[in-house]
């Protein structure tokens, strides 16, 4: 957040609105109720909110529990407040994943409609060839309607393996996968490297951080430009 003086400046500059007003020095609100928003982009204030950004292993389940007793994503994260995944990544595929008790953030996530990226690296075999990479550029008729990337380049090849990289709008169940397979490309890895543009390449398997207060507010601001 902004120090007093500097918030004050935003005041009067009327760049700050508490619940579709313009805001006015020394205006008092409610961090749990009210909508604040900084040049047309949500300030999220209360402070009972959590958004943790967490590296999801391979054999782990992205649920909050399991009738087979597998590892599951809630095991990773402080118990209290709960929070919940933030879309899924299956068993076999291992990278980022927010969770959160935070509804509003969630939806712009996962919803198509805000169009927030999520970012993918494969480990396929062979390497695409360039009516490969063309035919998913283009996209890909899967079992419950196309699939289309954002983007589609490569990392990195070798004489039997490339690493693909994915810019996908959206998250159907193992969508990559599913596309990939499609093209006749066997995935021998798969890592979800960025969310919403946020990436932390420190952070080890089973390991989580916070997200930052600007990077809860750049997600807003993300959802808010589509």
């Not at 961090?31 to 300030?43: A, F, H, I, N, Q």
């Not at 927030?116 to 062979?126: D, F, G, N, R, T």
Request: glycine share 8%; hydrophobic share 40%; aromatic share 2%.
């Amino acid at each position: 957040m902004a120090s007093r003086r500097h918030a004050d400046v935003l005041i009067s500059a009327g760049r700050i609105t508490v619940d579709g007003e313009r805001a006015v020095v020394g205006q008092r609100i409610d961090p749990s109720t009210s909508v604040v928003e900084l040049d047309g982009v949500r300030v999220p204030l209360n402070p009972e909110l959590v958004t943790w950004l967490v590296y999801k292993p391979v054999g782990v389940v992205c649920t909050m529990d399991d009738p087979q007793g597998r590892p599951k994503i809630a095991d990773l994260v402080p118990p209290d407040p709960v929070t919940k995944p933030v879309g899924r990544l299956d068993l076999h595929s291992e990278g980022l994943l927010l969770m959160t008790n935070d509804g509003d953030l969630a939806l712009r996530v996962t919803h198509p409609r805000f169009g927030i990226e999520k970012v993918y690296q494969a480990l396929v075999s062979p390497p695409p060839s360039a009516s490969t990479l063309n035919e998913l550029r283009h996209g890909v008729e899967l079992d419950d309607g196309p699939a289309t990337p954002h983007a589609v380049t490569v990392v990195s090849s070798h004489e039997d393996r490339a690493i693909v990289e994915l810019v996908m709008g959206e998250g159907r169940k193992r969508e990559v996968r599913r596309m990939l397979d499609a093209v006749g490309l066997a995935v021998e890895r798969l890592v979800r490297v960025s969310i919403a543009g946020i990436s932390d390449r420190t952070l080890a398997p089973g390991s989580y951080r916070a997200l930052t207060l600007d990077e809860v507010r750049s997600i807003y601001a993300k959802a808010e430009s589509e």
